[in-house]
């Protein structure tokens, strides 16, 4: 099955700055989602766009879904030292199983 | 807190022991699932339960052998495991199998010595 793939595998920031990271995937998809995960810890589902869907906010976060390009980005704004975390795309295959594939996941952390 | 609890948090076992894993979900949900983290790895899917059966084994070896007695409790028995399965094991719930969203607990971190 195919997964997504997200870039950059690491990234360090200040805080105040904006964090974005992408996610690449290689197949149809009916939905994405944004998992974090704060170290050694579970995952914590932040949001979920569905294919139809182009850009959805919850709070700080921003997530867009290009579908003709096969990329997502999240968008963290005025990062804080608690955003320091993981975190995983997750995608659904169109007509595919119905469990998300995971990506390797992009280490953020944001220096205070 | 997610509703889903791990216990125990750590352990480490020798390739001779056997162990066990417990997941327990105060969700309501009727789906369960075991995952696998190694570093620098894609989280991999390792067993799914639909209302106490199993529906998905995702190729693993029989040292670990999983068990869903209701929908609220799954363990996972391990025993004669190798190095290399050292990992964060993690369990997740779902309202249903088709619900895309998923709640993780917060995982067992194994050492196998």
């Known amino acids: 099955s195919q997964q997504g793939e997200e870039d950059p595998q690491a990234l360090s920031i200040q805080e105040g700055e904006n964090a974005t990271m992408n996610c690449s995937y290689k197949?149809?998809?009916?939905?994405l989602q944004w998992y974090r995960q704060n170290s050694g810890r579970g995952l914590v589902h932040l949001i979920l766009i569905r294919s139809n869907e182009r850009e959805k906010h919850s709070g700080r976060l921003r997530v867009t879904l290009d579908t003709s390009k096969k990329s997502s980005s999240l968008l963290i704004t005025a990062s804080r030292a608690a955003d320091t975390a993981s975190y995983f795309c997750a995608t659904g295959e169109s007509g595919g199983s119905y469990i998300p594939t995971f990506g390797r996941g992009t280490s953020l952390i944001v220096h205070p | 807190e997610t509703g889903v609890t791990q216990t125990p948090r750590h352990l480490v076992m020798g390739m001779t022991n056997k162990k066990s894993l417990k997941c327990e979900q105060h969700l309501g949900h009727n789906a369960m699932y075991w995952y696998k983290q190694s570093a620098k790895k894609p989280l991999e899917l390792m067993f799914v339960?639909?209302?106490?059966?199993?529906?998905e084994n995702n190729s693993v070896p029989s040292r670990f052998s999983p068990e869903c007695p209701n929908s609220s409790h799954l363990f996972l028995h391990l025993h004669t495991l190798q190095p290399e399965d050292s990992a964060l094991y993690l369990c997740?719930?779902?309202?249903?199998?088709?619900?895309?969203?998923?709640?993780f607990g917060p995982g067992t971190r194994l050492l196998v010595l």
């Open positions: 197949t149809s998809i009916n939905n």
């Open positions: 339960y639909n209302f106490k059966e199993q529906t």
């Open positions: 997740a719930s779902s309202q249903e199998p088709r619900e895309e969203t998923q709640y």
